[in-house]
């Protein structure tokens, strides 16, 4: 019994991983229904910002707390700019495209931006060793064993989440994300700056990634450019699984995917191979009775 | 107006294109005429991971490559031929494998290939290579399938064209069960796998022998290339509380997989095979990895007297990688190559007998029979295409105070080259500090350190080169005849 609560606790950390992740996903989806395949990337791009900080900017010597300050506030800046120059340069002249064009064009944001960190990051075409800022003991809770940085990035997915959630639903910007979400041409109408909207949506997302990105970094103690790839596409797992387009599911959605992978592996048969495919065994389960995910509202037929 | 010129365009198009394919499919005569008339152009391609996690390997291979092809330009090997390298990225990919292996084997300037780093992308270049009659050398593959086919009993050599100069699962899973039962005394093992040809073939080498001796398997698990996180694989193999964790695959994921066991508090050290021997391992895994072990092909680089002016040849060169695991081995296959062209082409009537399908045909049967002293040992090849040597080496990841001394009592170890900068006296330096940024520092990074060198003998059913009635391929045929027969 003692193993399904160690597991389960594998299974939290795994899932905050792809929560925090899967919320840029959907609040992107939300606002204007576009698949942004490249938010993996934003997710690499925060860790190698953050590392990149760590070692041209920290000075040396510098405390822990204040070297994992300007890591995350490096890695937040660099998902932030890349976010927000992905949106004015490859999406936004394709607003009033047909769907498939910006989805496609995600996908070659995605490549540009693996391929721009294996050429130009110093030794970035191998693995890079990433600081380990938040170090020590593991706890032991009866018999579960957990890293603190573990317990860490739960805790952070958990209050981020609350943050992100109030800020939607109680500020007057997050007012005018949930009416451009609703209908951008009456928001518009409303007064609402559309444009200004969309980038902050994806500057949230951006943020969240970059947080994500580099607690894997410190939990792994290593970094590479493809870790965005398989990344993004768990989450977008997630964020469909949750419901794409609800916030609150994105982070259901994370979690059940995390926990699905790993209890699988702890009692399915052949579980560490197949755990992938017990995951969208899961996944098209929940479609099948669900089509807009656990926490779905009606899909929009919007085109 | 406007139907015309589309017209003219493309019949423009056209004479454009029947004029480009004219000057590729030409005849050698002319087109090469750019640099000298005597010297005709003959291509060594090499096909390896150039990009991607596994790009340190494969970037060794290439250059261990380059540098043979160099040597032989400059001391005039084959005459009347100008060698050249033609490297492909194969990016760790079977299917990318296949279609850059048809883009080689349509340059009829390529007479041979090295390659591939994995079993799994050899698996798929072979049938294209063997299609054209191109030798191929890998200086890495140890996937037990690629020489004996399916049934290892029965062994069927599938492609005659396929050579490797590195020593098989068959060879290297076994005596790494042995050093982990005699020398480690381990009872138990966790065996983790990424599912792939080379990790699990590996692994289920290992399993065998490792039983055999007395040990049992107590978990087995499987990880999946690309993934971070393995703390569910992890909590069981706590759980199962092995002495040893035997891991089948590559270092990306074991660095991972080992730093991970570390910090659940695993002591049992974690062991691999030639897919791990790489600076990347420890570079990334850091302090968790101290103290794991590689097996890895042939004896250590540094105890060969050959391999001193290889490494020195090598740094001469200015590489901008090193040569990894696997750059003297693809030396020693490039050589095998040149050998053979040197066999192929010297007893013919020079020029007029260099008809491309005969060089490449000459290649192969050459090969079959060369005998090299290379980097590596003394290179030749059995029936089967495997190499007739079967040394290798243990290595243990050691940590930086050690190495440090290490490397100024003896000589320098092959891959720790920086170590000796730094050499003994930096006794101060804290061997446990966090692991990142040691780029700069020297002397603060682990080494791989050689455990243990043999030669694998004791096998039963590997040393059985069982007669065949069924006939597949002609030329094994032909040269199981020499040999068995």
């Known amino acids: 019994m003692n193993q399904f609560f160690q597991q389960f606790a594998n299974g939290l950390v795994l899932g905050s991983t792809y929560a925090l992740i ?45 070297a994992l300050l300007m890591v995350l506030v490096g890695a937040i800046l660099t998902s ?40 130009f990051y110093p030794g970035a075409k191998t693995a890079r060793p990433f600081p380990r800022l938040i170090s020590g003991e593991n706890l032991h809770l009866g018999e579960i064993t957990i890293a603190r940085v573990s317990i860490v990035q739960v805790l952070t997915a958990v209050v981020l989440t609350v943050g992100l959630t109030l800020f939607i639903r109680r500020t007057r910007t997050g007012k005018a994300m949930r009416a451009t979400a609703e209908d951008p041409q009456t928001a518009q109408l409303m007064g609402i700056n559309v444009d200004r909207i969309i980038v902050i949506t994806f500057v949230l997302g951006a943020a969240l990634a970059a947080v994500a990105g580099v607690l894997q970094g410190m939990r792994f103690g290593q970094i590479d450019f493809r870790m965005g790839f398989l990344m993004g596409i768990k989450a977008f797992t997630a ?49 099948v009775f669900r089509p807009s995910g656990l926490l779905g509202e009606r899909v929009a037929a919007r085109a | 107006m406007r139907r015309t010129n589309r017209t003219f365009r493309l019949i423009a198009g056209l004479a454009v294109a029947v004029l480009v394919l004219g000057a590729c499919g030409g005849n050698d005569d002319g087109d090469t005429g750019g640099t000298t008339d005597d010297a005709k152009i003959l291509k060594i391609g090499v096909i390896a991971p150039l990009t991607g996690d ?55 300037e390529v007479v041979a290939v090295v390659g591939t780093l994995n079993s799994s992308v050899a698996e798929s270049v072979q049938p294209v290579l063997d299609g054209e009659g191109i ?37 290297q899973g076994p005596f790494a069960a042995d050093f982990a039962s005699k020398d480690l005394k381990a009872t138990e093992v966790a065996i983790v796998h990424d599912n792939k040809t080379y990790g699990k073939g590996l692994t289920e080498a290992f399993a065998e022998r490792f039983k055999a001796n007395g040990g049992e398997v107590v978990l087995t698990e499987t990880v999946n290339p690309g993934d971070k996180d393995f703390g569910a694989v992890v909590s069981r193999i706590r759980r199962a509380k092995p002495d040893l964790i035997y891991y089948g695959g590559e270092y990306p994921e074991a660095s ?63 590489f901008d990688d090193p040569p990894s695991a696997y750059g003297g081995y693809a030396y020693d296959a490039a050589n095998v190559i040149i050998k053979g062209l040197e066999e192929a082409l010297g007893g013919g009537e020079g020029d007029s007998a260099a008809d491309i399908a005969t060089i490449r045909t000459d290649l192969i049967e050459a090969i079959q029979g060369v ?13 089967l295409g495997d190499t007739t040597t079967k040394v290798l080496t243990v290595y243990k990841v050691t940590a930086p105070r050690a190495c440090a001394e290490e490397a100024s009592g003896e000589e320098e170890d092959e891959d720790a080259t920086t170590t000796t900068a730094a050499a003994g006296e930096e006794e101060d330096e804290d061997a446990t500090t966090t692991t990142a940024a040691s780029d700069a520092e020297a002397g603060d990074k682990p080494c791989w350190k050689p455990e243990k060198t043999g030669e694998f003998s004791g096998s039963d059913d590997e040393a059985a080169e069982g007669e065949s009635d069924s006939s597949t391929t002609t030329a094994k045929d032909k040269s199981a005849g020499g040999a068995a027969e």
């Open chain 1, 22 to 66: 899967a919320l840029g996903y959907t609040m992107v989806y939300g606002i204007i229904q576009l698949i942004n395949f490249a938010h993996g990337e934003i997710f690499m791009m925060g860790a190698f910002g953050g590392l990149a900080t760590h070692a041209w900017i920290v000075p040396d010597g510098a405390p822990a707390a204040l």
């Open chain 1, 80 to 119: 932030v700019a890349t976010a927000v120059l992905m949106e004015r340069l490859a999406y936004r002249p394709l607003r009033n495209a047909p769907r498939l064009a910006p989805l496609i064009t995600a996908i070659g944001v995605s490549i540009v931006l693996q391929e721009g960190i294996r050429l």
């Open chain 1, 239 to 287: 964020a469909v699984l949750g419901g794409i387009g609800n916030v609150a599911g994105a982070v259901l959605g994370g979690f059940m995917l995390g926990l699905v992978e790993v209890l699988a592996t702890e009692y399915l048969p052949l579980g560490s191979a197949w755990k992938d495919v017990w995951a969208f065994v899961v996944l098209i389960g929940i479609l």
């Open chain 2, 54 to 108: 596994l790009s340190a390997l494969g970037l060794g291979i290439r250059n261990g490559v380059d540098l043979a092809i160099q040597q032989a330009n400059e001391g005039n090997k084959i005459e009347g031929y100008k060698l050249e390298l033609a490297a492909e990225d194969d990016t760790a990919k079977p299917d990318v494998g296949a279609q850059v292996a048809t883009k080689l084997s349509s340059d009829d």
């Open chain 2, 135 to 171: 030798a191929m050398v890998s200086p890495a593959n140890t996937a037990i399938g690629l020489t004996m086919g399916a049934d290892q009993k029965n062994p069927q050599r599938p492609h005659p064209n396929y050579f490797r100069v590195a020593t098989t699962d068959a060879v």
């Open chain 2, 256 to 318: 991972l997989l080992s730093s991970q066991i570390d910090a659940a508090g695993i002591d049992a050290p974690l062991m691999g095979g030639d897919g791990i021997y790489d600076d990347t391992f420890f570079e990334t895994g850091g302090d968790g990895t101290v103290g794991d072990f590689a097996t890895s092909v042939g004896a250590p680089l540094t105890e060969l007297e050959s391999a001193a002016d290889f490494i020195e040849a090598y740094d001469a060169a200015g």
């Open chain 2, 371 to 383: 005998e090299i002293d290379g980097v590596t040992g003394p290179v030749a090849f059995d029936e």
